[in-house]
């Protein structure tokens, strides 16, 4: 009996191991996409069509663009955030992938939605979605 309660110990602790391992992997791809974000094309040419290439996209990135069109003061950081945003992470997720608090987050939104034509009543995240 006593085996059998180690092994259940051993898988539990296993388990949880694995989990947390996973979420910040989890966490490491989401900042890499955050960073250098991707565009996935499909090839039709491969006769299936079912073939996917990633590319990177270039520095004319239409959020991006669209975003120092409408903010030129915008920062790399607060770009970055924005991208995060617009991905629909909530703060706490926003600090773990960017590696800062989420105090530092609520002022990085708060700046960011001051250097936006928003109200009081417009969502950030809907705003930056629909860009």
Partial sequence: ???FLRFTLFVALA???LHEYLKRRQLEL???EVEHPKVQEVHPSTGSGTEVQEVQESSTDTFA???SAI???ITPGEMRLARCIRQG???K???ETLAMSPDAIKKGRYRLRKKLPLTTLDSLETYL???
Avoid: F, S
């Fill in 15 to 17: 388990g949880t191991a």
């Fill in 71 to 73: 903010a030129p003061d």
């Fill in 1 to 3: 009996m006593k085996d």
């Fill in 89 to 91: 992470l909530d703060n």
């Fill in 93 to 95: 997720q926003i600090a």
């Fill in 129 to 131: 979605c629909h860009l």
């Fill in 30 to 32: 989401r900042l890499a």
């Fill in 65 to 67: 663009a669209a975003l």
